[in-house]
Structure formats: C-alpha cells, structure tokens
C-alpha cells in the first residue's frame, strides 16, 4: 500500500472537530503548544462562539493546528506516506505534516496568511458552494453578478467567491435554476481577485521567503491566482504512486467530489 495525505481547506470546522483526538497523547501535546501562537488554548477556541472559530484570523491557525495534531496521533499507526498535499489553507498544513516546518512557524505562517488576505479584502466576502450546474453556465453566470469562480470541485460542483451583496444576488440565481447551494463558513473570498488582485504593499506578502529561499518564482503571489481544481490534487498524487488516500480529518467543503474518481483507490476519511 502506498499512502498519501490529503489536508484540506477551511470551512468544515465545528465544536465537536476535537473530540476524535481525545486520549491521544501525541494529539493532545501539539494542542497544548498551539496555545501560546494562537494566544488561546485551541480547546477553548473550539468550544467558544461558533462565529469565532469561523472568524478567518482564528481559523487559518486554529484548523492548521487541528491537522497537525490529527497527523501527531495517526502518523506511528500508519506507514510512511508517499506525498503530502494541501487543498487551499490544506497546503500549509501539508508542510506541516511533511515536517518541512515546525509546528510553531506552521501555526505562524497561518496566522500572517490570514492577516495578509483580511487587509487584501477586508469588506464583507466569502464563498459559496454551488452544485447541479455546468462549469460554463457558473462562469456566465459569475460574470453577470460580477463574482468570480474560486474552486472546482467537479464538473458541476463549483465554489464561487466574492463581495457578500453579489454573491447574494447571485444565490438567488442559481437557486432560481434549480442548482444546490451552500453558503460557506469562511469569511473571505479566498481565491478570487479581491484577494490576488490586491498589490504587495496592501497585503504585506512579497515573496514567499519561507518555502522559496531561492525566488525561483521570483516572489510571485500566482499560487493564490489560480484556480483550485481539486481532481488535479488527487491525480498528481496517484501519479506519484499513491493507492491510499488519508483525508486529514476535519473534512471540508468538496472532499466528497474526489470519492468517485478513486475507483481501486481506498480512502480513509
């Protein structure tokens, strides 16, 4: 068996994410020291105000945590994983399982990322997942309401992100149509061009120093100004070797999209 772990993005969090990981010592330790970067016991943050945990400068660090101590109690039960991969946010947490980093400059790199997209976009966005339409009636679609398509999930599951007032008129379109709709508990319009649209010196990112050192990219923002495709994270993984998938545990919005296309490759979820 060849294993992969798939990390993914934010939005699926909730109070009971936790609660798998009790009685996991090794778990339980990287939450006691993601404490003092997120200036709050994630323990307590779970168990807050939802609107808190959903709030993105809490929840970027607050779920990275979350993967990293997922990975901490699975990783001596499992054998060694073939590749790591991330799905958005899901692309840091997989340094951070991969051991590329630490867990602190993990949890920091999450919290800088949030600050940098909320002064990117700091007016009211999001997201919403969008299902029962063709990719190219969405993107029609998308450009009469002036929002933008962030992520594809599949051929007709698409999630599409912008100003909170667009994507309400563009809810009552789709609906309209007959199309699936879920608003998305994240609160910017991540992937879209109000956040890679928005000039280095508002959002404070030049280049990426951290995984970068050489600017092979010469300090490019372009992995936030493309769009996700997530068949292409799973393809790119099997193309690697991989025959087992491991969905870092809490699932988000999307995940479910790859399950038909693993066919001989089990998932454990």
């Not at 990719?135 to 599949?154: K, T």
């Not at 698409?158 to 608003?183: K, N």
């Not at 928005?198 to 990219?217: I, L, Q």
Request: proline letters at 7%.
């Amino acid at each position: 068996m060849t294993l992969g772990i798939l990390c993914p993005g934010q939005g699926g969090q909730n109070p009971g994410m936790l609660d798998i990981l009790k009685g996991e010592p090794a778990a339980q330790a990287v939450l006691d020291a993601a404490g003092h970067v997120l200036g709050a016991d994630p323990r307590d943050l779970v168990a807050g105000p939802p609107q808190e945990m959903h709030r993105n400068a809490v929840a970027q660090p607050l779920l990275c945590a979350v993967q990293a101590a997922t990975w901490a109690a699975l990783r001596s039960h499992l054998p060694s994983p073939r590749v790591f991969a991330g799905y958005s946010l899901g692309e840091l947490a997989a340094y951070g399982c991969a051991d590329a980093v630490g867990t602190d400059e993990l949890l920091d790199l999450a919290r800088r990322r949030a600050e940098a997209m909320d002064r990117a976009c700091p007016e009211p966005s999001g997201l919403l997942a969008v299902r029962g339409l063709d990719r190219s009636q969405v993107e029609a679609l998308c450009r009469s309401h002036g929002v933008e398509v962030a992520i594809i999930n599949d051929v007709d599951r698409l999630v599409v992100g912008g100003r909170r007032d667009a994507l309400e008129g563009f809810e009552r379109t789709v609906t309209a149509l007959g199309a699936g709709v879920t608003p998305l508990a994240v609160s910017v319009a991540s992937h879209t061009t109000l956040i890679t649209g928005v000039p280095p010196a508002v959002h404070g990112v030049y280049g990426n120093s951290v995984f970068d050192p050489g600017d092979k990219t010469n300090s490019a923002w372009y992995w936030y100004a493309r769009t996700i495709q997530v068949p292409t994270l799973i393809s790119a993984a099997h193309a690697r070797g991989m025959s087992t998938a491991a969905v870092s545990w809490p699932v988000s919005v999307g995940m479910d999209s790859i399950c038909p296309q693993k066919k001989n490759r089990p998932f454990i979820v």
